[in-house]
């Protein structure tokens, strides 16, 4: 939504009954994180800032303040009428008003910004498939799927559908624009595709839309899971990242004479050449590899407009709504940091004038293609040796990101084994 001044904001919360409002921000991990503030404060924390202790999501020794930022203004549809809830996003500031060095918003909204001054517009989409499966007598989340469906099923095989149908009406009820849904392949397995936006908001719905899912299942006594890979022997969840990209509002995707235009080959170039750089920000826990691993899934650096299996694929109509995939991520990844890299890696190959590879018009011969790190420490070390992923993030946000990778991988070492790790991580992702 557009900026609204604070003034109308105080008007809009004193006129519509708001009783709590969330002040919301986003953890390394992707995590959505708030505290809730009563209507009497809302002026104070526009102008000063609402004071936080760093120390819970970063090595910052220092307080830092949470400014909202008055374009996200959402409310909540499943709180009550009266006494409402509504919700903002916030900018990350120091003390003296200066943003922090590790603030994920500011990271990639200055980035967009630094596009802009080039000529270039950027939006971004996702589809985003996720589980549900049945809770207990007590309400604790089982690994009992909610239904035996498979891909495109209705009901009554589908059991997901009224729950799906909540939570898009409610994502729709928030102005975050789910386009369409449908039943996956897995038992309880589903998709919500999402209209293409701005990098800044895309990443914001990215990463309310995990909460919303969570809440509407809840109340429905289910358990939504975004795991890359809930069930051993079923499909993994991935998180299609649909990017298009403008330079002075022509899209560098359209085709040129049945052709790619030389920018758009240049920049998905850039992609597939920092991608495995990039793979512990896009895959960043240990289960994303069991998914990566899995049949189906993209773990080979290839592209096609063709082929649906590639990890970057130009898909649809020809010279209809222009646009590239990433196939490759999963839902656990930080959003702002995934679509700050992806775009920094294309704009790398256009400045650069790489050249694309050919095509992948069929299934591959293994070993055709360059593969993606095989498990998360090969990742982690490919990011940490990675002149590339050093100059397009700040020094706060690799330290904070890399420590807590190392976290994950010495808990995953000293856990009696995946199975009792992933169970760790199915209950509190």
Not at 286 to 304: C, F, K, M, Q
Not at 324 to 345: G, V
Request: charged share 25%; glycine share 6%.
């Amino acid at each position: 939504m557009e900026a609204i001044s604070p003034k109308e904001i105080l008007h809009f919360v004193s006129e519509n009954d708001v009783k709590f409002i969330r002040l919301t921000f986003c953890d390394m991990q992707g995590n959505l994180k708030n505290i809730a503030i009563m209507p009497g404060e809302l002026e104070r924390a526009f102008k000063h800032g609402i004071l936080i202790d760093a120390a819970g999501f970063s090595d910052c020794c220092e307080d830092l303040l949470l400014v909202p930022d008055s374009a996200t203004l959402s409310v909540l549809p499943w709180r009550p009428k009266s006494g409402r809830v509504v919700r903002f996003f916030c900018y990350i500031r120091k003390l003296d008003g200066s943003p922090y060095e590790g603030e994920l918003r500011y990271t990639l909204q200055d980035y967009v910004r630094s596009l802009y001054e080039r000529g270039y517009s950027c939006e971004f989409g996702t589809k985003s498939e996720f589980y549900l499966f049945d809770c207990d007598n007590e309400g604790n989340p089982t690994r009992k799927p909610h239904d035996n469906a498979g891909y495109m099923d209705v009901a009554p095989l589908d059991k997901c559908e009224n729950t799906r149908r909540e939570i898009c009406l409610s994502l729709e009820e928030m102005g975050i624009g789910p386009q369409r849904s449908c039943h996956k392949y897995g038992p309880g397995q589903n998709e919500i595709d999402f209209r293409c936006a701005e990098p800044l908001t895309a990443a914001d719905n990215m990463v309310h839309y995990k909460t919303v899912v969570k809440t509407i299942a809840a109340q429905n006594g289910l358990y939504a899971s975004f795991l890359p890979m809930p069930l051993k022997d079923s499909y993994g969840s991935a998180l299609t990242i649909i990017m298009t990209v403008k330079k002075d509002g022509r899209n560098i995707f359209t085709l040129e004479d049945g052709a790619l235009s030389a920018e758009g080959r240049s920049f998905i170039a850039g992609i597939l050449e920092h991608v495995p750089e990039m793979t512990v920000f896009l895959n960043p826990i240990v289960n994303s590899y069991t998914r990566l691993r899995h049949s189906g899934a993209p773990n080979e650096i290839n592209w096609s407009f063709e082929n649906c299996g590639p990890l970057v694929r130009i898909p649809g109509q020809v010279g209809v709504h222009p646009r590239i995939e990433l196939r490759s991520a999963d839902c656990c990844c930080n959003p702002y940091l995934s679509f700050r890299l992806l775009l920094a890696a294309g704009m790398d190959g256009i400045d650069r004038g790489l050249s694309l590879r050919e095509e992948l018009h069929v299934r591959p011969q293994p070993g055709a293609f360059e593969q993606l790190p095989d498990t998360l420490e090969d990742a982690l070390e490919a990011a940490k040796a990675s002149a590339f992923i050093r100059a397009n993030l700040p020094a706060e946000i690799l330290r904070n990101f890399f420590r807590d990778t190392r976290r994950q991988l010495d808990r995953f070492r000293d856990a009696e084994g995946a199975r009792v790790f992933d169970e760790q991580y199915f209950l509190s992702e």
